[in-house]
């Protein structure tokens, strides 16, 4: 250390001080950047020598911290590293080749820890270091560091995972937390909780695509320019909103772990690059795409952009890095494909569901049926559901969009930008079975009804769908359930082209349009036997319907609802799966729709869910989830499923006031937390065992 002269102190924390240095050797001087760990434990010194190996068996990739020598021995203990000239969380948000090549050579990186079976644990854009470098993609040089929390797989601590000696295996592991980021004040292994993945919240064993998860979170950061859950802090004050926007170290963790929560989607990134980011952070890690896969991608959409940068060029051609060498594709790369079909190639290979033939979400936004709102009409979903109290979960949810150039929008529940939108509730009974099959198979039967005659409208192809789906369940299940069960489903789906709503409704589910002034129409009508003109359908149909107990019961199944899908049964008794349609041009009076199955209309009228619609972050994910634990406060005994479209969207995700000198001003621009994104999994609140402990 004696040849290395120290300058100015570049970071200190408590873990580790980092200064700049100059290594002479000979007539040279080398700029450097000397870590300096700090070493109170036999543990931490083991963890220097860890951290020392991973370094050596990593050195000389282009994409990792250039190791060039270390102290190893008391007194001294120290890496001497290539000095940078920052990280990526410095340099705000990126944009076009820039921001791909940056990703691409980040994941690269991890690719290369992967490939030597380690995990990295602590990926987020502080710990990739960069420098100008004219010849690397984006005129960076990207090169993951911070191996301090690296290590194989099996080594990972499993503590209140099956084994370990905590009480519950869903605990959060994140009580070592303390300070805002992992690596500034936390312990070293706790990571950061930012980029944490949900399974490492809940200290089950971490894994590859647990730094997948944090990557992605990566990846979006470099894109938004902010923080994951910036401003998002319980603390803020002046936000006023039923459903609190901010939250406290232990309410994020639980959020992210047993909710959904996600940071906010980067405006204005690629729709490709944010579908991998969407990928990147699915909750269950076995529908997370690999890290080769991710490379792929990213490579694809690099050539694209690249290409695109050509054709742009009127007089002198851009420069484009070798295919061969640092910081390029391996091999002799792909050539660049058209701006759709790489779009495409990018989500098909990272495990995109490919759209079903005929699917409506090929269609423009501006087709036959688009009115004056077409060309601006922006639409936000987000669907919540929950078991309540019942014992098993028979709803089901339906969420597909398309943007306005027929590519389909990747989501976990909740999707924003879309300009024709696929909306369904399935209310299951007798079983879940009914309601599965319609909510995996309604998207494909609508685009096919659409597709097979041009000159069908909307409200027809519904039609054609619900009892094309009815048809090929009731087949699908004669043979499956052999007679034993008749399970069934009501159902409600919405289809939005261009500015006309369809509301096609078999069943007792509602869909509730929300006006700006204030006031709300019901566009459904309740098909069950309270209805008297469906009891006399139904009788004249054949159907017997007396009065047991509570209420009228249709034939010896005793069913309440008297059209539905699949309950092959009652069939012959004048229960039908044929929906009734109902038609709505949209206009600028529309604020939002709200579907639900009959466990939230139980409890809440139309009233009540207008005033807590109006009353919550106008956020579609967090709207439905707040008139789903709204219908469980008040009692709601049954399933509960709940779907909110907000029309128009300009940002309606950002409608909360804040006081700032005594004066009330729009929370535009101040980031909001992301959706909250359930899937199919049942809401619960954590145990207060289970939230994080903070100092």
């Known amino acids: 250390m004696t040849d290395i002269e120290m300058s100015r102190t570049l970071a200190s924390g408590p873990h580790s001080e980092v200064t700049e240095g100059a290594w002479c050797t000979g007539n040279a001087r080398v700029p450097v950047a000397v870590k300096a760990p700090c070493l109170p434990t036999s543990a931490s010194l ?29 007194p001294d203990y120290a890496f001497v590293l290539g000095l940078e000239a920052g990280s990526l969380a410095e340099l705000g948000a990126l944009r076009g080749r820039r921001l791909l090549g940056c990703a691409l050579q980040a994941a690269r990186g991890l690719r290369e820890v992967h490939r030597l079976g380690i995990l990295h644990r602590d990926v987020k854009p502080g710990n990739f270091l960069q420098s100008p470098d004219a010849g690397r993609k984006g005129g ?44 500034e004040g936390a312990d070293r292994g706790a990571g950061t909780l930012e980029y944490m993945a949900p399974e490492v919240l809940l200290r089950r064993r971490a894994s590859f695509p647990a730094d997948v998860y944090s990557l992605g979170v990566a990846l979006n950061e470099l894109a938004a320019g902010a923080r994951p859950f910036e401003g998002a802090e319980k603390e803020r004050p002046g936000c006023h909103t039923v459903l609190e926007v901010g939250y406290g170290r232990a309410e994020l963790a639980a959020a992210v772990a047993t909710h959904g929560l996600r940071p906010d989607p980067a405006l204005g990134a690629p729709a490709a690059f944010l579908d991998l980011v969407g990928l990147c952070w699915r909750t269950d890690p076995r529908e997370r795409p690999g890290i080769d896969e991710v490379v792929e991608v990213l490579e694809r959409l690099y050539l694209l952009e690249l290409k695109e940068d050509k054709a742009g060029s009127e ?3 851009v420069s484009s890095p070798p295919l061969l060498g640092p910081g390029t594709p391996e091999g002799q790369g792909e050539p660049a494909l058209a701006p759709v079909e790489a779009a495409a190639a990018a989500s098909h290979c990272v495990g995109t569901p490919a759209l079903p033939a005929g699917s409506p979400f090929l269609l423009h936004s501006g087709g036959s049926s688009a009115g004056a709102l077409s060309g601006a009409l922006s639409l936000e979903a987000g669907v919540f559901q929950t078991q309540g109290r019942r014992e098993h979960q028979e709803d089901r949810c339906l969420l597909a969009g398309a943007a306005a150039d027929g590519r389909r929008l990747v989501g976990e529940g909740c999707l924003a930008g879309a300009t024709s939108l696929l909306v369904g509730v399935f209310d299951g009974h007798r079983g879940h079975e009914a ?30 769908a619900f009892l094309a789906v009815d048809r090929r369940f009731r087949a699908s299940s004669a043979g499956t359930l052999a007679g034993k069960r008749f399970p069934g489903t009501t159902a409600l789906v919405v289809l939005i082209l261009g500015d006309r709503l369809h509301v096609a409704n078999a069943g007792d589910c509602r869909a509730l349009l929300g006006f700006r002034g204030g006031s709300t129409r019901v566009l459904s009508t309740d098909h069950c036997t309270a209805n008297a003109a469906e009891r006399r359908r139904v009788e004249a149909a054949g159907g017997l319907v007396v009065h047991r107990v509570d209420t009228w019961r249709v034939g010896q199944a005793a069913l309440q609802c008297t059209r539905s899908i699949g309950d092959a049964d009652v069939k012959s008794e004048g229960v039908i799966a044929e929906p009734e349609v109902t038609e709505h041009r949209l206009g600028p009076e529309d604020e939002f729709l709200v579907v639900a199955s009959d466990g939230l209309w139980d409890v809440l009228e139309p009233a009540d869910v207008s005033a807590l619609i109006r009353d919550t972050v106008k956020h579609p994910g967090m709207a439905a989830q707040r008139l789903v634990t709204e219908a469980l406060t008040r009692g709601s005994a049954d399933n509960v499923s709940a779907a909110v479209i907000f029309f128009g969207g300009g940002g309606s995700w950002e409608r909360v006031f804040c006081e700032e000198g005594g004066a009330r001003t729009h929370g535009a621009g101040r980031p909001l937390p992301a959706a909250f994104q359930p899937g199919r999994e049942n809401f619960r609140l954590p145990a207060r065992d289970e939230m994080m402990e903070c100092d």
């Open 315 to 317: 007089s002198t051609p």
């Open 46 to 74: 083991d963890a220097f020598h860890r951290e020392l190996g991973v370094l050596l068996q990593l050195r000389g990739h282009p994409n990792i911290v250039q190791l060039l020598g270390a102290a190893a021995h008391p």
């Open 140 to 183: 960076l040089a990207v090169r993951l560091a911070d191996f301090g929390l690296a290590c194989p797989p099996e080594e990972e601590p499993m503590s209140g995972g099956r084994g370990g000696s905590a009480s519950s295996a869903s605990r959060l592991s994140c009580r070592r937390i303390r300070g805002r980021r992992g690596g």
């Open 435 to 464: 309601a599965e099959f319609a909510a995996g198979e309604m998207e494909a039967a609508v685009g096919a009804a659409l597709g097979a005659c041009k000159r069908a409208s909307a409200g027809d192809a519904l039609r054609t």
